[in-house]
């Protein structure tokens, strides 16, 4: 079996990646318009960090996984096609900020039709609207000159930073197909290929749309726990009440649980928001507007916690950080990835920028040029002189007025903060956005130090 995924991004590499590896009789191409990307795939410095990746990719490149730009030729050698292309919200026209932009995944639609001279599954990869294989299946019939096509809906529920764990030990791998028999057999297919390591109870089959709509669900459901907890976090700060105790005490209930209660500076990556709005665009297109509504607050609050954070060191640090030093440590949007797509750390250095503050980030991962363009965009402007990139945590701390924790990276927890706060003018604050470190130790030390959801 042959096997070509177009888009090599973080969700394309990766899961085609661990394919190749557990799957060594299926071939696996994964091509991209990107030559940089495919070229960082094929050298010793992929483009995506992941723990365990390098290993991962090693293992198979050469013998039975390929990276390469030629997009027509291997989409038609493959008998079943993947499609991981980028999704982004709309930033035009109809539905600009809340619907997703499909034109990545209509031109690979009729990139295939064009091409291909034999039939093919299409695999959608990319999280995308429901009804979205109507979409696709309909360019194919009318560009294929005869060919039959099938196309499958097979969500990737990885998260970066796990990607490799994750796709080793999937909770499930969800195939949505028709209903008719060569639907079926499609399916089939593309389980046979997840067999080779997921046991076939965690295979979950169902229905196309059931299976596009489940991806943005999870996302949301996702989110949604995160700004529940965030939004109690801010009655803790008010009550006394800790946030890490209320999460612990109600994620003992196992019908509520423990994981995704984490308090934080807010949720970042490339997909909540994002697949939250194409959600609520849905629903609001589907002429149901309190449904539309009730996501969208998972947004709203979101927004309002990467806000809140900001504000909160403005008011401790006496109303003003006005030529003040603050020290950000961490911009990825989590610990473990180089990703710093809607990272909260973006909003906090603005906000910070804006109230005329001196900003130094330092992030393991994260390069320079990257942190800059997030945070200022193309034109620097006056406040790119005050935004200063460093390569250490303790550089970025010497001289700050405060600093504050974004992302949880291991590191911070085995900092010499003593030596830290020696290098701090007094009072010397910390802003723990993450709950990583240990407040009442730091205090002692001779900080004044807050967490997330402690008053
Ligand atoms: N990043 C994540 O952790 C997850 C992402 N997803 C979804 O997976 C999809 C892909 O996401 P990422 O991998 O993060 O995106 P990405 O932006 O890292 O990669 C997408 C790649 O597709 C390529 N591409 C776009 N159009 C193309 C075309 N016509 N021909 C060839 N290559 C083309 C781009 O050059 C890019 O390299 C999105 O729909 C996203 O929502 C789903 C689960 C997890
Ligand atoms: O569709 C996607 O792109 C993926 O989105 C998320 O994965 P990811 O964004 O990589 O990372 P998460 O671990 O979910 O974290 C998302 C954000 O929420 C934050 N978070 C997470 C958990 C928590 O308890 N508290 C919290 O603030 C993280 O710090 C991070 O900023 C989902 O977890 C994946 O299942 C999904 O496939």
Not at 272 to 285: H, M, P, R, T
Not at 371 to 385: F, H, M, P, Q, S
Request: proline share 4%; aromatic share 8%; with cysteine.
């Amino acid at each position: 079996m042959k096997i070509c995924c177009i888009g090599a991004g973080y969700v394309g590499g990766p899961t085609m990646a661990v394919i190749a590896q557990k799957a060594p009789d299926v071939r696996v191409t994964v091509v991209d318009m990107n030559q940089a990307r495919i070229d960082a795939w094929n050298s010793d410095t992929l483009p995506i960090y992941e723990p365990g990746l390098d290993e991962v990719v090693k293992e198979s490149r050469g013998r039975n996984l390929f990276f390469s730009t030629a997009v027509a030729d291997e989409i038609n050698a493959a008998d079943i096609i993947f499609v991981a292309v980028n999704t982004p919200t709309k930033t035009y026209g109809v539905g600009a900020g809340r619907a997703a932009d499909l034109r990545f995944i209509e031109s690979v639609a009729r990139t295939i039709a064009d091409v291909a001279t034999s039939g093919k599954i299409i695999v959608e990869k990319s999280t995308i609207p429901v009804k979205t294989a109507e979409t696709i299946k309909k360019i194919l019939a009318a560009n294929s000159r005869g060919l039959s096509f099938q196309v499958l809906s097979n969500p990737e529920f990885l998260a970066e930073g796990t990607a490799v764990v994750d796709l080793h030990n999937p909770d499930r791998v969800l195939i949505g197909g028709e209903k008719t028999p060569e639907g079926q057999a499609a399916v089939e297919a593309l389980s046979s290929v997840y067999a080779h390591w997921v046991p076939r109870e965690r295979i979950i089959t169902t229905n196309l749309w059931s299976s596009e709509l489940s991806k943005l669900v999870a996302n949301a459901f996702l989110a949604q726990r995160i700004s529940s907890i965030n939004s109690i976090s801010a009655l803790c700060e008010a009550t006394e009440a800790d946030v890490d105790e209320v999460a612990r005490a109600i994620g003992h209930d196992s019908r509520i649980g423990p994981k995704f209660l984490k308090a934080s500076v807010g949720f970042g990556g490339s997909c909540f928001q994002k697949d939250i709005l194409n959600l609520v665009y849905l629903c609001e297109s589907f002429g149901l507007p309190e449904v539309a509504e009730y996501w969208q607050n998972v947004v709203k609050m979101n927004d309002w916690q990467k806000t809140r954070f900001a504000t909160r060191i403005v008011k401790t640090l006496f109303n003003t950080v006005a030529g003040k030093r603050i020290a950000i440590w961490g911009f990825a949007f989590k610990k473990d990835t180089n990703d710093t797509r809607e990272t909260a750390a973006i909003s906090v250095c603005r906000d910070l920028l804006a109230e005329m503050a001196e900003v130094v980030v330092y992030d393991p991962k994260v390069p320079e040029d990257q942190i800059r363009r997030d945070v200022l965009g193309a034109e620097e402007g006056e406040a790119g002189k005050r935004l200063i990139v460093v390569n250490s945590a303790e550089e970025a701390a010497q001289g700050a007025h405060a600093v504050a924790v974004l992302t949880e990276w291991d590191e911070f927890k085995t900092i010499d903060f003593a030596a830290v706060l020696a290098g701090m003018p007094k009072p010397a604050f910390l802003f723990d956005g993450r709950n990583l470190l240990d407040l009442d130790a730091l205090r002692e030390l001779g900080f004044t130090a807050f967490g997330v959801g402690k008053a």
